[in-house]
């Protein structure tokens, strides 16, 4: 894999530099492929990542991506005290990190999401001795927004250079309707927010970020003024998460409750596609079928040599054939149970089995098809779908000496 062997080389000749550093972790983003940690970058320190910033910002100017603005993050005081850290991170954001429409599966490594209020300047500010009050004076608008936090190494496990480096994981961020600035509004409201999804839901607050919203915003301009110098007229700056961040599902809409406002942001499952009434209908049959859990982990996890594979079987296997009327899903999932048996899948028959269960398939029925696989694809067959099948169905609960058994 292209970055991992830039990596390599990084490591076999034990030097590092700002831009190399820069080019790796933007092929991770190019390429949507988590790397690891490279051992010479662990070895250097938060001034180096910043200057790895600033070589990421030269890079995407080059290649024409803009930097509209800044984000912090870590921006709360048990984040900092994890990382021993005195001051949360600063990170660019360039134009093409802002959605304007849904997020796709195909832009997007491990992400997850965050609640954040963006606030927007009206002129520019230069110096290391702005004071507070220039900058709130210099505050134009703001707005909701949903960031999404992506990091390019695998796991989320990093140390603190690398986080910097990585452009303190930026991912995407959408953003609500923009609203003048209004610092009362903030501070007597206390920025009360709602994340929720049709599953789960998440409660924020101004609370949750370190020296709430303002605050953080005040020091997060002071720091990248000390650090770059110059913040600019119309630039965005994402001001900490106010509630935990949440990793993202695949396949389902997120709605930001706050200011008064709602901010919608799909994430869609297709890779590389526009959704199709097949593949929707599918997604839902194979979820309830197989199992959600099971079938997000296999979608979010693959990689661009798996996911062709999984819009094929979600779209034409569960979005057209078990969509079709001459059976009824029990009367496919025995036939399943059959075919898997006499083709040896394992792994397949295992998840088959749940499935079957899912779908109203008994235990005694079960049994009677792996007897019929004895018959027609022999008997070695049919001992291992045995096996296969009795440890599964334990560990689901059900009994396996039940008198209808017998």
Known sequence: MPEKNIAAETLNTRTVTEESIAKILMRARHECTAIPLIDVLSEQDIAFGYQVQKAVIELNQQAGNALIGWKVALSSQPALDRFALQAPIYAPLFAANRLSGPLTQDQVIAPKIESEILFVLGKDLSGKDVSDDEILAAIAWMAPAIEVADCRLQGWKFDIPHFVSDNAAAGFYQVGTMMPFDAQVLEQSGCPCLLETDRTSEVGAAVNVLGGPLGSVVCMIKGILTLFGEVKAGQHFLSGSLTKPVDMVSGHTYLLHLLDQTVVLQYQSVIGNVMTDKFDKGLATRKAVLGAEYVDNSINQATHFTRPLQQLVTEYCWGDIWQRTGLEQRERSLINLAMISALNRPHELALHVRG???????????????????????????????????????????????????
């Open 356 to 406: 079957a269960v899912n779908n109203g398939v008994t235990v005694a029925e079960i049994r009677e098809v792996l007897l019929q696989v004895a018959i027609y694809c022999g008997v070695p067959a049919s001992i291992d779908a045995f096996r296969t099948a009795g440890s599964v169905l334990k560990e689901m609960g059900l009994d396996l000496d039940a008198p209808d058994l017998a």
